[in-house]
Each structure stands twice: as structure tokens, then as C-alpha cells.
């Protein structure tokens, strides 16, 4: 759901939300949980092969808020409303009510397609998303890469780090003719220890998903594609930190994608999510934390991704981030990507970032408390 | 007295003898048998106690019969992980009967009242912790073993004793790591109602749980003469801001793993524990920007504890434990505050005599019926059973008297005779 004016959709959603409550009382003296994330960055790119002058970047900043509640009985329920910057347009990225307990967390509406598995040391997310999402075949939108409409339902296997996940979404389709309801399904396992193990457990994280969408030709049913990755620690000094990030997609696409589709001038983004493929990524990460404050990370990603149709890209991209300021990084990165077979205009592109981040996270009327927190899950869970 | 045998409440007295150690784990005779054994290295050592196995003092270019901080060696972190810590400055096992106590502490899953629970670290995982009687003059040996992951002191509040002893980390001692045994030996005195506490992150520890009452009575105790009581009961009086609680003690415990981790691989230096030798290289560290101090602008916006619940030890109302009494009965009771807030305790229907302050007898008992207690300060008080009924016993500090912000709960108890016919008896109500 893309706005153009931020105010029409904050009151329109206004509006809706007074309505919805006429019905019932709401308990004036449970004031929710109020949880504020967002991160602002901006920086100065240069892209030598394209127009050659610098220009500022703003893109995949974003602002969110959580609201959420005790229940009752067992568990916790909450929304979440957050807005993205979207070619300089504002795009609400999450809209979606979600509920937790011990065992379980499930969310329904707009948030992240659960179509990746591991965070690569990029100073954005969407830097190389060709390689590291699973594409829409139904928008050629960057932003249609990322998030969708989604219901999902994980079940923590043993109340810790491990997870099996079922979903169901809409992908945004921007093609006449367009599927209604839900076009997308994904089953997964996935290995997630709480993040304040980050630095101490061999794997960080790892997991493997199954992604069905299906192809915005009617002609065509479903295709599918499995993700495969995660991050190890090489050391597990939370001082000086090595680890390392794999993730694999094999897509099975569908039949008929042609090299001219994968260059396509309008939709080359999506014929190449819809095309036989297979990428892969890996990443080396350092952190410097002295006195246990993280001060400086700096990595190196390597992506590589082959069409059946022809044609290969390949991305190196090292990173730097230098922290001046709790949540206030200077960032710095290079991206050299090679091309073959014409999958695009010039053999090679080159984009070097520099610039700040801003990011915020603040936490009010907090008597909740995280389901993953060490006390609950070392020394008895408190629901 | 076992929880299912106290159901309902009956009484502080039962509560007391709950958490009650009473020479729990004398273990003199063998002591004794060790020190014979050891006898010739103890005597080398002369009026200083004996040397833990893990502690090698020459390694930090100390005499041997010194005692310093480990957490400036080259290699401390190797020190701390697990061993037993026996500090100098008290007499050895072998001249002395000292009476031997084991303490651990652990974290538990503590009810506060009947819906609300929070993680709390707990002396031999109670709330309050163990209450010891000793007699005034006896010798204390306190083997305090840390099962947590984070660290740890025990400070003997009103005793007077060797500075080693005090429990104050990097004052008088290191603190104590987890895995780690530091033994406490004192005598006690002097005599009166005292208390201990963990001296580490104590708004945290301190306040939250870890205190206990330690009662040193008198050989003779003169205010029976006046004042002719038999049972006795025990009070501690504490606030806990729970959601603080949850949040700082996972924050703590988080940073603690990799404190831990870096410690068990010998890899720990001691800037990053955020221990400094002297004032001048902290200063140093800090405006050279080396060390960003977790009190300074940006790291922190300070911690901020505003307590939700209040009670009585370890219990809201109506989880609180009720006081017994006879018609024409003494008793006393002895008021420990280990909240940090200052509570006004009021009696109803009763004058009750005021006659100690922090363990030391008043010159001259004061008969009032809401007396003062003070953070950390020790109050006693003796009630005469004239007035038969039920009495409520509360903070008047009204604030107090809640349960998360709803009246009536928090820090309140009852008086209750046990030997009249009642026309109205008590119920329960926490909605007013």
C-alpha cells in the first residue's frame, strides 16, 4: 500500500481506528507498551558510469512504532505502524498486529516477506536485494522486493532458538490481471538464539526456507526457490569479532524466461525474479568492540548469481561503519558489480557511498518485557 | 515451616522460621580435624587466616602475607574463575570455634504476590534471604558461593569487623565471581538487630532482593526485664520496581556472559571489567575518550527506579505473612528497611514502645504508634497484646500501601490475636 501523502493515510487510519472502537471500551488504564525504532540515513553517492555528479541518497530510511499489551490470559498482542522512505515518496512498510507467547509468534499484514535469511554487513538493506531476496515476479518496485502482505505463524520448538514458520501473502502485483488474495506461501526452519548470544555462540543464526509465489502469467502456476543460509562466529571474542554469512536462493522460475526478458528495460527486475536462477552470497564481518562498546565494523560481501536464460552478475562490496555515537554511525562502502552477456548497459557499475546514520530505539510503559530475554529463557519463563 | 503447611498466612513468626538458618551447617569438628591436618602451614602464617589454593599473591609482587586486588594481575582473569577466597584479618579456623554457615546465591523465579512474579537474585534463592541468630561474641565463618553470572558481595551492615570483611567491592575486596567462594569470618557484634546485604549494583541487588536479616542477640538481653517478650518477629521492608528489575538484570547478565566468556578464556583485561588501579588512570581513561563511562551523557539516560510493588518480606498484601499475638503477650519486632525509600510504619490500635535504633538499645524507650524507619536503618519495637482484634500494621506513606499504583497492598501487614472470639473477621479486598 503505497501513499502518496502520508497525512491523507495517517488520518484515514485514524478515522478507521476511532470507528473500530465504538463498539467496545477501551481500558483507559492500560496504557500500551510503546516502542520507537527508526533509522535516518544519508549518503553522498557517486556513481561513475551513470551521471558522474554526486548526489544524496536518503533511500531505506524508515521509521516505525510498536504498540502492545499484556492479555488476559497468556501472551502479549500488539501493531506495529512504520513508514519507509520510498523514492522520495513515503511508503508504509509495516502495518501489521502480531501476538506472542512462549511457544508461538504470529503477524498478520504489511511487513517483511520472509524471503531472506541473513543481514550481510551492507549499509542498506536493499544493496544487492537481486541477490539476496527472493524477487517478486509481479513488480518491478524495489520496495515490492522487500515487503508484502503476510501471515505467518512460527512455532518456537524448544521455547529458545528454534523455529519452525509457516506464512501466506500477497505480493504486490503491478501486472494487469492480477491474482487476488494470497499468491505467495513459504514454510521454513529457522535456528535464531536470542541476539544477546550474538558474539558467543559458534552459529549466530542459521536456516533454510521453502518460497512458492505464483507467476503473474496465468499461463504459468507457481514457482519456487529455497533459501539457504546463515552467519557463524570465527571467533567468538565479543571483543574483536570475526564471523562469516553464507546464503544460497535456487529458483526454479518459470518456463519462457529469455535473455531479452532479463533485459527488459521496464521489467528486468521482474523477469529476473521470475527466471531459473541461483545466487549466492558471503560475507566476512570484523567488529571492534573495545571495552565491549562496538566502535567499528567493517565487511566484505561477495555475490554471485547466474540466470539459466545467460547471463551472470557478480557484486563486491566492502563496508565500513565507524560509531561516533550510540546509534550514530559514519558508513562508508563500494560497490563494484560485473555483468555478462548484457544483462546490462555497461560491463561493470561502481557506487561509492559515504554518509551518516541515525538510528533510534526507545522503549516506554515497558511491562512486558521480550519473550527471548535471558531470564526467561535460562531461568524460567514469566508469561 | 514449609509453604504448604503456612497455608493461609498465619503469621511473621512462621515466615521467620521459614528463611531462619540457625547454625544451619556447623561444621566445627571436621574444621577442626582440617586445621590439625593443615596445622603447619596455618601456623607459618601465624594471626593471618589461611591462603586460598587459587589465590597465588606472589604472582602479584605482594608478600605472601598480603592482600591485594587480583584484578590487576597479568593473568587475573584465570584467577576468577571458580576457587575460594579466603581473606586475611580474622583468626584462622584452628583458634577460634567459629560457627559455619554456607550462602549461596542464585536467580529465581520469586512470587510476589498472587499474579505477579519477577527474576530476582536470592540468597539460597529466598526473598528475603536466610535470617541468622548468633549470640553476641560468637565467631561467624560464612562460605558465600556465587551461582550466578554475575557478580557479587556481601556487606554485613552493623557488625563491626576486620575492613576485609566488610563486603564492598574494590574497597575491601574483589567482588566475588561467579563460580567463585569467598569466606567470611567475623565475630559478632555488636548486638542488635543487623542485617547484610549485597554491596554490588545495590540498587539493583541491595534493594531488590538480596538482604537478610542478622539478628546478634544478647548473652542477657535487658529489655526483658521491662518489656518481658517471648516470640519475636522480623520485618524487612522493601520496594521493587519490577519492570527495572527484568530489564537491568538482563542487560547485566547479557554484558556478564561476555565479561564471563572473556574471563574463562583468559583473555579478559581489566579496563574492559571496568576496573581502574587508582583514580588518576581512570581520570586518564575517560578524557582521553579511551573509556566511555556508562554514567556519561551518551551512554545512558541514567537509571530510573520507581518501585511498583512494595511488602513485607518478599510478599505484597495480601500475600504478606500475618504477626501473632496473645492478650496480655509481649513481643517484639524488629524492622529492617532494605528498600531505599524511607517507610513510616503505623500501628493501629495500639501504642507500641520504640526501643532500639539500627541494633543499639534507645537510652529511653519512646511509646508512639508510627515510627520512622529509615533506608537501611533497623528499628525495634515492643507490642503489649491489650487491644484484641485485627490490626492492621502498614507504611502510611500511603503510596506504599499499593499494588502497581491500585489500593490496598503493598507494604502491609496484620496484627492478629490469636485468643478472642471475633466479631468481624477479615477478607480479602485489592480494588478500592
Known sequence: MKQKSLFIVVLATAIGWSGSTQALEVDREVMPRVTIGGRLITTIDSDYEASGEPGINMGDSSLSVAFDKRLFGNGVAGAVLGIKENEGNVAFHQMHVFYWNQDLEMKAGRTDLPNTLVEFPLVRDHDITSMTYVGNGSSNDEYDQLWGEVFSADWVLDQKAQKLGIWAGTRRNTFAGAPDGFDSYGLGYRYEPSEKYMYLNRIRHAGIILDAQKDRAGSNPYFHSIVAGGEINLSTDPRRNWSMAVQGIVNSGVSGVTLADLNDGTNAVSNRARAKSSALVAAIRFTDRPHLLTRLQAGLTVGYKTYDAGGTEMSIVPSLLYRIGQGVDVVAQYRNTQYSDGLSAVDSTNLVQVGLTFSLGAKYNDSIGERDSITNQEHGYIR | MSDKKSFPPASVEEANEDRSVHIINSRRSFLKKAAVATGGAIAAGKAVAAKSPAVDHSAMGHEMDQYGSMMFMQDHSSHMVGGKIEPPGSPADHEVNYKEFDIDIRIVEHEILPGIKAHMFAFNGQVPGPEFHVTEGDWIKVNFTNNTEEMHTIHWHGIVLPYTMDGVPMVTQDPVHPGQTFVYRFQAKPAGTRWYH?????????????????????????????????????????????????????????????????????????????????????????????????????????LHINPNFFGINGKSYPATKRIGIKQREWIRIRLINASGKAHHMHLHGHDFWWVSQDGNDLAEPRHINTVHVEPGGTYDIMVYGDNPGYWTFHDHATTRVTNNGIYPGGMLTMLEYEDFTPTYTPSVSVDQ
Open chain 2, 198 to 302: 549485597c554491596h554490588w549494583g545495590t540498587p539493583l541487588h541491595a534493594n531488590h532482593a538480596m538482604h537478610g536479616a542478622f539478628i546478634v542477640h544478647k548473652k542477657k538481653d535487658p529489655l526483658k526485664k521491662r518489656f518481658p517478650y517471648k516470640r519475636e518477629y522480623t520485618l524487612m521492608l522493601e520496594s521493587w520496581d519490577i519492570d527495572m528489575l527484568r530489564e537491568e538484570m538482563n542487560e547485566i547478565l547479557r554484558g556478564m556472559k561476555e565479561v564471563n566468556s572473556l574471563m574463562a578464556k583468559g583473555k579478559l583485561d581489566y579496563m574492559t571489567h571496568g576496573f581502574f588501579k587508582n583514580y588518576g588512570e581512570f581520570k586518564k581513561a575517560v578524557e582521553s575518550r579511551q573509556y566511555v563511562a556508562p554514567y556519561l551523557q551518551s551512554r545512558s539516560n541514567g
